[in-house]
Nanobody, 117 residues
């Protein structure tokens, strides 16, 4: 599966931004899907994701501010970012995990989010 991420940009602290990740095939065929990010000088961290069990995971640092959602008809997963902070700055990477027949990991090209104070 190929992933196309979009929606990044420059936003002021307290503002909002929506990221999109479009998959090249039906997201019903994808087990886990969501977003990681890598800030300057930081390790890559999971921001939010859907799991095959039907649950949604969020990093503690974004709970209550970010919301992940999906549009199955468009094969797209979104990340609505609200009340953004400078520490949310980084490259946001869309990922997908397909378990069958063998586990494979797929990444989008990343989209830059910069939050100014």
């Amino acid at each position: 599966v190929q992933l196309q991420a979009s929606g990044g940009g420059l936003v002021q602290a307290g503002g909002s931004l929506r990221l999109s990740c479009a998959a090249s095939e039906s997201i019903f065929s994808i087990d886990d899907m969501g977003w990681y990010r890598q800030g300057p000088g930081k390790e890559r961290e999971l921001v939010a994701g859907f799991t095959s069990a039907g649950s949604t995971n969020y990093a503690d640092s974004v709970k209550g501010r970010f919301t992940i959602s999906r549009d199955n008809a468009k094969n797209t997963v979104y990340l609505q970012m609200s009340s953004v902070k400078p520490e949310d700055t980084g490259v946001y990477l869309c990922y997908a995990i397909i378990v069958n027949p063998v586990t494979s990991y797929h990444w989008g090209q990343g989209t830059q989010v910069t939050v100014s104070s």
